[in-house]
């Protein structure tokens, strides 16, 4: 089960992203009270995790990039609030084998796990294809997956943006962020390709909240 810090850190974050940003969450009721779960996101950013489990009713695990992990300045906060990390075999041979025996490890704990199913940032702000981890962490643990879209971090300064993310300057501050979890998808219907699906639906309706023009 989560440890006692992570559910007064989920509040620190959520205070957090309502200093940074002006958000809108919608269906959060949607992330089951009790037991496992999978919530899978578009990426946008590097502040996406952030938004994602501050707006989450419950703390989150969640995949990240190992090298980010592994900085001397941040390790002890991702180890704290649970980050399970991932690397491309190609640079850490059984990395991607490791985090999913701990994503399963989290699974049949009860708990709620985060992915990015793109594997990297959008380069231009839209979804991309999803990969294939979501579909090896299902077929270790079917579980429900909520599907989420997020909007309005496209143009910061944690985004890709006019150039490479962190590289210049905080771009905006206080600007509109909208979070929309969606139904539960059953394990048996969840595949990449669906959600997916659900995923760009449920962006598009956090566009049309950022931007009614759109």
């Not at 559910?7 to 957090?16: E, G, I, K, S, Y």
């Not at 946008?44 to 952030?50: C, G, K, Q």
């Not at 701990?102 to 294809?129: C, I, K, N, T, Y």
């Not at 579909?135 to 643990?141: H, N, P, V």
Request: glycine share 8%; net charge positive.
């Amino acid at each position: 089960m989560a440890s006692t810090p992570r559910p007064f850190l989920r509040w620190l974050v959520l205070a957090l992203v309502h200093l940074l940003y002006r958000p809108r969450f919608r269906g959060r009721h949607h992330i089951p009270a009790h037991g496992p779960a999978i919530v899978v996101c578009n990426h946008v950013s590097f502040m996406d995790a952030l938004v994602v489990g501050g707006a989450s009713p419950r703390p989150m695990r969640f995949l990240m990039d190992k090298p980010i992990y592994e900085s001397p300045w941040l390790n002890w906060l991702f180890r704290l609030v649970g980050a399970i990390p991932v690397d491309a075999d190609r640079r850490d041979p059984g990395s991607v084998r490791h985090a999913l025996v701990e994503v399963s490890r989290a699974l049949r704990q009860g708990e709620v796990v985060m992915v990015f199913p793109e594997g990297r940032l959008s380069p231009d702000g839209e979804v991309h294809a999803f990969r294939r981890g979501l579909e090896l962490i299902l077929a270790r643990d079917a579980v429900p997956v909520i599907p989420a879209g997020l909007a309005g971090l496209w143009g910061s300064w944690t985004s890709h943006h006019g150039g490479k993310a962190l590289s210049g300057p905080p771009r905006r501050f206080r600007a509109r962020v909208a979070l929309f979890f969606g139904e539960p998808v059953p394990a048996g219907e969840a595949n990449r390709h669906s959600v997916e699906v659900r995923v760009r639906a449920l962006k598009a309706e956090a566009d049309a909240w950022i931007d009614p023009g759109r």
